[in-house]
Structures are given as C-alpha cells and as structure tokens.
C-alpha cells in the first residue's frame, strides 16, 4: 500500500505572493534573469510556511530541496509585478511536492514560469528523511 496522498481533482491554491520586480534581478537584455525565479520561488515557500506552519523549521526537522522543475515561458521584462502561486501537487512519506506558477500581477493568463519542487524533511543531526510534519499535511488540506 502506497503511503502517498494523490488526486485527480484539481491542486488546491496554497499560498499566492504579489511581488514588485526588482530593478537588480534584470539583465543587459532587460529581462529577468533566470536565476531570480527560482528566488521569488523560494521566497513564496519560506512566507507560506512561515504563515501557515507552525515551527516549520525546528530543531529536529527541516525542509531541504530534493528537486526544481521549471518551465520557462516567456521573459518577464522591468517594470512590472508578478504574482507567485503555489499549490499542494502531492504529499508524500517525508516529502511534499508544491507545484508553482509566476504570472503577470495585471493578467494572470500571462504565464511566465511553471513546474514543482519537492522537499523532503530531514533530521538536521543526521542528515535522514524523517515523516513530514503533521503541520504541514493539514496546511495542504
């Protein structure tokens, strides 16, 4: 029996983050590099976790980057603001997979990047996967 929580129904909206883009994470082409989205990724997951986990980083777990995914759609050019948005795509044993999507704040139907990454949460001391927090199953539900 599989110990992996999956859905055909449609990912459930986590978190969403309104962010003004920063003059620095562009590039001599005038587009932001894409270095800087898995940034603003990360930066929706720490404020979501932070909002809606308690101790999501205690002393004997915390979360580590297993795997990224990203799609490139199209450049996101200053000025602007963007709207992070993450969704649960699968819980797992020790790990979540968070699904992610960067829009255009003003049209959403504009889609610059999307994908999922999966984090695992590990005993700090030993380095080893440890069950994923009971927090962070009911802040996917």
Sequence with gaps: MS??????APMSK???LRMPLRWGDHDAL????NAAYLVYLQEARVQWLAEHVADWAAHDSAPIMAA???????????????VVQLFCERLG???????HRIVDA???SVLYMDGNVVMVWINPATGK???LPEQVRAACV
């Design 106 to 108: 003003k049209d959403e």
């Design 129 to 131: 996967s440890v069950p």
């Design 30 to 33: 005038n587009h932001v590099n």
């Design 3 to 8: 110990e992996t929580t999956t859905s055909s």
């Design 68 to 82: 990224v995914h990203a799609n490139y759609r199209r450049p996101i050019t200053w000025p602007g603001e963007i």
């Design 14 to 16: 986590l978190f969403e």
């Design 93 to 99: 044993t020790s790990s979540i997979t968070i699904a």
